[in-house]
């Protein structure tokens, strides 16, 4: 088992930057993928960022893609946010590369959230 534990959230305005971190526990040996969710009010879960934890190639959505950074202590790093980044924000697990790394379905492990909030 793996334990997933986010921090890091917040509120901030828009054009403001927030650093997420996700602490892993447990038998975290057996992990190689690590990816990042959120998820708004009303909306479907979706993937924002993911890394291969033993290459470092790491994979975004079109939307944060050149304003979010995911490095391989599971960090990520959101900078130039906006209002529609406002979710709860999910670490997610997975022992080998998920195929689409984007959905949620193919993740063993979840964190229970931390909430980001961007404001006008």
């Known amino acids: 088992q793996v334990q997933l534990v986010e921090s890091g959230g917040g509120s901030v305005q828009a054009g403001g930057s927030l650093r997420l971190s996700c602490a892993a526990s447990?038998?975290?040996?057996?992990?190689?993928?690590m990816a990042w969710f959120r998820q708004a009010p009303g909306k479907q879960r979706e993937g924002v960022a993911a890394?291969?934890?033993g290459t470092g190639t790491t994979a975004y959505t079109d939307s944060v893609k050149g304003r979010f950074t995911m490095s391989q202590d599971n960090a990520l790093l959101m900078n130039s946010l906006k209002l529609e980044d406002t979710a709860m924000y999910y670490c997610?697990?997975?022992?080998?590369?998920?195929?689409?790394?984007?959905?949620?379905?193919?993740?063993?492990?979840w964190g229970q959230g931390t909430q980001v909030t961007v404001s006008p």
């Open positions: 890394i291969n934890l």
């Open positions: 997610a697990a997975h022992p080998r590369t998920p195929v689409p790394w984007w959905s949620p379905l193919t993740y063993n492990y």
């Open positions: 447990g038998n975290t040996y057996s992990i190689d993928y």
